[in-house]
């Protein structure tokens, strides 16, 4: 949303970045600090530049893939776009050619260094390179393909569009240079039509459409105007990471990531995964929906009782959830939960960096070993549908275990960066079975917008490409006319788990989401936790003694 707000300011002629937006928290302080802009206005890069072209230290989320193994060529992300009559070949090519030499990411080659093959997992930049050509270098007419949809396929549209989007994943590779695809469903002088743009996911994630969709109208409106400047481009940022993870403060967390992941927890599955038949091909998913009433509450009562954010909700839940679901499964009585969380990693911390308006794959992957308070009244839910006014002591059990999910002064980064690029992940410590991407935002509906139903033209990945956890959960929420909803997308290892299985860990995230929102509308819910108090060093049990002695002091 920041970054819309920054998008739409620059449009309208007022300067400002995404680190006021937070300072800054209403539009009449925002207005003290906007600048009127000019077309010799600098990008605003702060003390973060480099050359936008060149060669680009792999990040580590691009680690992350390369080490996966498997092929890699169709891992991408598709926009379902509806586009205007008459959109033009050409005028779509010229308005494609200016988002291509403006943001340099697009202009990206990967190569694989000889003797190198799929799924290399030495340490640095081992295997693959990337780098970034200058502006003119990638012909936007070899990404565009206009496809008449006015003939007997119009009929189909959503196969038609599932068929040209799987066509043109199949054209890229990266390590070709290839990263972009743009398919053009003509439907006609009087009707809309439908773009498809698939991007390959090493130069593009979920908030970068945020930033292309308006820059491709914009260029495509007025070839003649200029872009918005990109603040700090990609490679500026991959080279600060690089740098970063040499440095003694980042060298010092090793020790802190490897105790987690050292200290595991219990598997969720009998089995764990095997990369040569647990594949994107034997993937299995399933979406499940909570009511409009809780969901309202878990994006804002819950976090302002706890003094945290959304994710804290979720994960709390989600422990919860896991440790309930495998004791009833045998898999362990270990209330320790280790998953994978997602981030979106545009956070500059102290580098100056300015990336409201730079586009790239900045998913940040980081493990987070969850220990939920043991409670016989909470994490023990009978079977079927969630409570609508959990216990007294499911409540506050709740409570305690949401409060003792908050990062202590000594526990990892909040948003880390990383693991080091030259060393790879130590290999005696297990992966995280399960993992809990970030909400996502469901774009809104229009011209040059994502169409609502874009999850139907197919999945970007190819079916040989290993997963990489036995459960992975995407949650959403979805604006409806009865308010706020929020769908959990589960998705798994069909080999090592079934469906009614799966259907019952997500109804048992529900019953434990339901419970802490419940929690939260109690007068006595939330409370101090270590997290808040950045001048003393206190544990949890020691805040709780003193808040009971100033409960009985008044």
């Known amino acids: 949303m920041v970054i ?12 400002l970045n995404a680190a006021q937006v937070f300072e800054h928290k209403t539009v009449a302080a925002l207005a003290q600090v906007a600048e009127g802009s000019t077309e010799q206005e600098p990008a605003g890069q ?3 530049t480099a050359e936008p072209a060149g060669e680009v230290p792999l990040t580590p989320v691009m680690h992350w893939l390369r080490e996966r193994g498997g092929p890699v060529e169709a891992f991408s992300q598709t926009m379902a776009v509806p586009v205007p009559p008459h959109l033009g070949e050409d005028r779509l090519t010229a308005a494609l050619q200016k988002l291509v030499d403006h943001h ?5 080659v990967f190569t694989r260094e000889p003797g190198a093959g799929e ?6 930049d081992a295997g693959w390179a990337m780098r970034i050509d200058p502006p003119g270098t990638v012909r936007a007419a070899d990404w565009v393909r206009r496809v008449d949809a006015t003939g007997p396929d119009a009929t189909e549209p959503t196969a038609l ?3 040209e989007a799987a066509a043109a994943r199949d054209r890229l590779d990266p390590f070709a240079g290839r990263t972009g695809q743009a398919v053009w469903l003509d439907a006609g002088p009087d009707r809309p039509g439908l773009l498809l743009l698939t991007l390959h996911h090493l130069v593009v994630d979920g908030v970068s459409w945020r930033i292309l969709l308006p820059d491709l109208q914009a260029a495509w409106e007025d070839p003649q105007a200029p872009l918005p400047p990109v603040g700090t481009p990609f490679r500026a940022w991959a080279l600060h990471l690089a740098e970063q993870a040499r440095t003694e403060r980042r060298l010092g967390e090793l020790a802190l990531w490897t105790r987690m992941l050292a200290q595991g927890a219990p598997p969720v599955t009998a089995e764990r995964l095997d990369p040569a038949r647990d594949t994107a091909a034997t993937a299995r998913s399933l979406s499940l929906d909570l009511d409009p009433a809780t969901t309202a509450a878990v994006l804002t009562t819950a976090p302002a009782a706890f003094h945290g954010r959304v994710d804290d909700v979720l994960l709390t839940a989600f422990a919860l959830a896991v440790a309930d679901w495998r004791r009833r499964r045998g898999l362990g009585d270990a209330d320790a939960v280790l998953v994978d969380v997602e981030g979106h990693g545009r956070e500059p911390g102290d580098s100056g960096a300015e990336l409201s308006r730079t586009v790239g794959w900045f998913t940040s992957i980081h493990p987070v070993l969850l220990a939920p308070a043991r409670s016989t009244g909470t994490t023990r839910w009978p079977a079927g549908p969630p409570p609508e006014r959990p216990s007294n002591g499911s409540r506050n059990s709740c409570g305690r275990s949401r409060r003792r999910h908050r990062p202590r002064p000594a526990a990892p980064p909040r948003r880390p960066r990383g693991p080091r690029p030259d060393r790879p992940r130590p290999a005696r410590h297990p992966r995280p079975g399960l993992q809990l991407p970030g909400p996502v935002p469901r774009p809104d509906g229009g011209l040059w917008t994502a169409a609502p139903d874009a999850d139907l033209i197919g999945d970007g990945t190819d079916e040989r490409l290993p997963l990489a956890h036995a459960v992975e959960l995407n949650a959403l929420t979805r604006d409806e006319n009865g308010g706020p909803r929020l769908t959990a997308v589960w998705t798994w290892a069909g080999r090592l788990l079934d469906e009614d299985a799966v259907r019952d860990l997500g109804e048992s995230w529900f019953r434990a989401l339901t419970a802490l929102a419940a929690h939260a509308e109690r007068p006595d819910a939330g409370g101090i936790t270590p997290s808040d108090l950045s001048l003393v060093q206190l544990s949890q049990d020691q805040i709780d003694q003193l808040e009971a002695a100033w409960k009985v002091a008044r």
Do not use: F, K, Y
């Open 4 to 15: 819309q707000l920054v998008g739409r300011a620059r449009r309208a002629g007022l300067v």
């Open 46 to 48: 702060g003390g973060l």
């Open 119 to 124: 799924g290399t997992a030495a340490g640095g």
């Open 161 to 163: 569009a599932a068929r």
């Open 104 to 108: 340099d990411v697009l202009r990206a």
